[in-house]
């Protein structure tokens, strides 16, 4: 049943609720949701987009994600660029695919769900929603799953393990009290979760303020590396 105050397309789903979906190559509307998409992406798809394509991250930054920082957001917007061929198609769109498919981003993997997550006073809550577009004809397959069915076949687990920590930062009461963070902060920012080879040359030189004792493989295990940014950006803007 519709909720109240959701778009009529968009519907709450409790776990182990059944849905029809399959998506597929020979599916007559394959890649048509990879185009006009304004696809935020998190830190942790930023990593993986850097491994999918072997780029240093400033590189990829440059090429690959559109940063928007507008008067109205504390914090700085990240969004996967599309390319300019009449249909707006996402730049890592090909006529056999998505050319990441292994890395591609959370958002690409989670729909047609969509995650929020509201904190309580003790953890995470999370809430999940199904998006029933009509471009999207893989409603109309058989295939019956369910949130943890799907949420497993298309490996989320590690995504929403980072965006999960990500979001102390995006609903930290100061955030939702408005905070404007300096040019100095928000170019920090940036370099820390979505310019991860450049924030840890930073840390090898020791041109990080404040930095706390380094884990071991630090400068060799990405994940660890994202984890210490991610605390770091925390201790960064809302230690004072
Ligand atoms: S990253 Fe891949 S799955 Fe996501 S919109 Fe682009 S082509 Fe489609
Ligand atoms: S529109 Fe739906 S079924 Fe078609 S390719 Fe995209 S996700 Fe799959």
């Not at 185009?35 to 990593?47: E, I, K, V």
């Not at 809430?127 to 471009?135: C, D, P, R, T, Y």
């Not at 994202?226 to 004072?240: G, M, Q, T």
Request: with cysteine.
């Amino acid at each position: 049943m519709t909720q109240p105050n959701l778009p009529e397309n968009v519907a709450r789903i409790i776990p182990g609720e059944p849905f029809s979906f399959h998506c597929h190559q020979k599916i007559d509307c394959f890649t048509n949701c990879c185009r006009q998409l304004d696809l935020a992406l998190t830190p942790y798809d930023a990593l993986r987009m850097r491994k999918a394509t072997g780029l240093h991250s400033s590189e990829l930054l440059r090429r690959f994600i559109i940063v928007e920082h507008d008067q109205q957001s504390s914090l700085p917007q990240f969004y996967l660029t599309m390319v300019n061929d009449g249909k707006a198609s996402c730049i890592f769109v090909k006529p056999e695919g998505c050319s990441i498919y292994k890395h591609r981003p959370g958002a690409c993997r989670t729909y047609p769900l969509g995650r929020a997550t509201v904190k309580s006073a003790k953890q995470l809550e999370e809430f999940f929603v199904l998006l029933k577009e009509a471009h999207c004809h893989g409603f109309k397959e058989r295939t019956l799953q369910t949130i943890e069915s799907f949420s497993n076949a298309q490996g989320l687990a590690s995504y929403n393990y980072f965006n999960d920590l990500v979001a102390e930062i995006l609903q930290h009461e100061k955030i939702r009290a408005g905070m404007s963070l300096t040019p100095k902060q928000t170019q920090s920012y940036i370099t820390a979760l979505y310019d991860i080879d450049t924030f840890r040359s930073k840390l090898k030189e020791g041109t990080i303020a404040g930095a706390a004792a380094l884990p071991e493989n630090i400068f060799y295990d990405d994940e660890q590396l994202l984890r210490y940014a991610i605390n770091w950006v925390k201790w960064f803007l809302f230690s004072e």
